[in-house]
Structures are given as C-alpha cells and as structure tokens.
C-alpha cells in the first residue's frame, strides 16, 4: 500500500530564516506531488504540483519554491521566511492520470 | 473564477441526529468532486469521488449525492467519532479547489 511522509511535524523559525519542508511517497511510482497550505480557518491552497522529477508548476507567486530530486521526493523551500508564510503544509500525491489526491500528515509552520 | 462553497460553517448534532452538509460549486472543466474528512491537526482523509450528476457513494454512515451544481454529504445516525472538518472540493487534472469546510461536532 502507499504511504506519504512529511518531516518536520512542527517547525518554529524566525522571519528571515531559511526553509526546507520535505515529503517522500513509498509504495508507487511516477506519482504526482502537491504541496498546499492552509492558513488558520481557511481553504487549503495549491502552491505547487510536479507531475514529474525536475517538472514543476506555481501556483500562486511567493517567496517559496519546490523542487522534485527524486521520484517519489517533494521539497519545499523558502530563502527567508516571512511571517504570512506560517500555517498548516500539506503534501499530498495522486496517481499519474488519475484524479484524487491523498495527503500527508502535514507540517505546522511558525514563523516568529 | 472556480469557486466551491459550503455551508454551513459549523454544525453541531445530537448523537444520532441525522443531517446534511452541502457544497455547491462552480468549476471550470470539472472533472470531479471530491470529499475528506480532516482531524484538528492531521492531513485530509480521502472519503469519496463522484464524476456525474445522479451519482451516489457510502461509506458506514456517510453518503455523497451530486447534483449538476452542488454536492451533499448526508451523515444519518452520527456518532461522537464523526465530528471533524468536512472538507469538499472540485476539480481534476492536478489542480483541486477546496471550499472552507464544514466543522461538524457530535454531542454524546
């Protein structure tokens, strides 16, 4: 069966700070990857997919940025966090052509 | 612009008061309606696509309807560990627009 992991679980950075928010899928292959955030009471959003290693798409405009290494690997980075970049980090994979999307577990982001 | 609303905001029941929470959606090149349950604090938890108007899904209690413009998620005889976020969204070909959700608590 398939299985997605993010690490951290929670992170407290200060504003300035550099970024970097990792998730991996075990047990498919030439998945998509997303990642979204969602703020305090509100919708999640997308930022970013891949449908592939080196493929990937914005979203909305921000100081963040992703990069796909590896197959089954997503990374979300920033160069220096603003404090409107704290909130809820989802990942979440679907497979290749198909619709739905499953999540991870999430990474909660302080920025102080 | 896409939009997906629910309604309402929160909702609180009785244990084994049944109801209804609603999702209506203006998609563009919608290819799929999507529900998830989500936990304070963890990821979304897949429940249920539907594709067409007139499709219905189950899942124990739980049971999403599809209308051409909106969607329910019925819940009858809800238990205490039912209570969640009910999240709906629209969408397909890797992009999903996500309404508020519906915060549901059940009362023992």
């Known amino acids: 069966s398939q299985t997605i992991h993010q690490w951290p679980a929670t992170l407290v950075q200060p504003v300035g700070s550099p970024l970097s928010l990792e998730c991996t899928v075990e047990g498919t292959s030439n998945p998509n990857l997303y990642w979204y955030r969602q703020a305090a009471g509100r919708g999640l959003q997308l930022l970013f997919y891949s449908v592939g290693i080196g493929q990937i798409s914005s979203e909305v405009p921000q100081n963040l940025s992703a990069s796909r290494p590896q197959d089954r690997q997503f990374i979300l980075s920033s160069k220096k966090l603003l404090l409107s970049d704290s909130g809820f980090y989802l990942c979440?994979?679907?497979?290749?052509?198909?619709?739905?999307?499953?999540f991870g577990p999430g990474t909660r982001l302080t920025v102080l | 612009e896409d939009q997906v609303t629910q309604s309402p905001e929160a909702l609180r029941l009785q244990e084994g008061e049944s109801s209804s929470l609603n999702c209506s959606y203006t998609v563009s090149g919608l290819r799929g309606l999507f529900w998830y349950r989500q936990d304070p604090g963890k990821g979304p938890e897949f429940l249920f696509t539907?594709?067409?108007a007139g499709e219905e899904k189950e899942k124990e209690r739980l049971k999403a309807t599809l209308t051409k413009k909106e969607s329910f998620l019925h819940i009858t005889a809800p238990k205490p560990e039912d209570s969640a976020t009910y999240l709906c969204?629209?969408?397909?070909?890797?992009?999903?627009?996500f309404g508020q959700g519906t915060r549901l608590t059940i009362n023992p």
């Open positions: 969204a629209g969408g397909g070909a890797q992009k999903l627009v």
């Open positions: 979440a994979w679907s497979v290749l052509g198909a619709d739905t999307q499953y």
């Open positions: 539907l594709y067409s």
